[in-house]
Nanobody, 126 residues
Framework: QVQLVESGGGLVQAGDSLRLSCASS????????TAWFRQGPGRDREFVAA????????DHADSVKGRFTISRDNVNDTVYLQMNSLKPEDTAVYYC???????????????????WGQGTQVTVSS
């Protein structure tokens, strides 16, 4: 069983930046592909970004491309989501999710991910 813990959320103003972190217990995050999802009020959980095992391949949702960047530090066993130029519509609970690769670099659907954190709230005021 893998437990994920997200941190770094908070209340910011539009245009500000935040960096979310995802750590695992036990420290095995480097063994899994990892993604960030978010769920805003009254909305379905949506894909934000994903990263493969090595960190050499990533993808981001169109809504965040150019503003958010996913990365991983396999030495420190942590995955990050750098969020710049935040907008009020980015307000959501952000979740870290991991799963086994099975040969794929990553997946886009939330049902593909086996382990989830409890989420961290990001609120962007206008």
């Amino acid at each position: 069983q893998v437990q994920l813990v997200e941190s770094g959320g908070g209340l910011v103003q539009a245009g500000d930046s935040l960096r979310l972190s995802c750590a695992s217990s036990p420290r095995t995050l480097s063994n899994y592909i990892t993604a960030w999802f978010r769920q805003g009020p009254g909305r379905d959980r949506e894909f934000v970004a994903a990263i493969n095992l090595s960190g050499g391949r990533t993808d981001h949702a169109d809504s965040v491309k150019g503003r958010f960047t996913i990365s991983r530090d396999n030495v420190n066993d942590t995955v990050y989501l750098q969020m710049n130029s935040l907008k009020p519509e980015d307000t959501a609970v952000y979740y870290c999710a991991t799963t086994f690769s099975f040969g794929a670099p990553f997946y886009y659907g939330p049902t593909e991910y086996r382990f989830w954190g409890q989420g961290t709230q990001v609120t962007v005021s206008s």
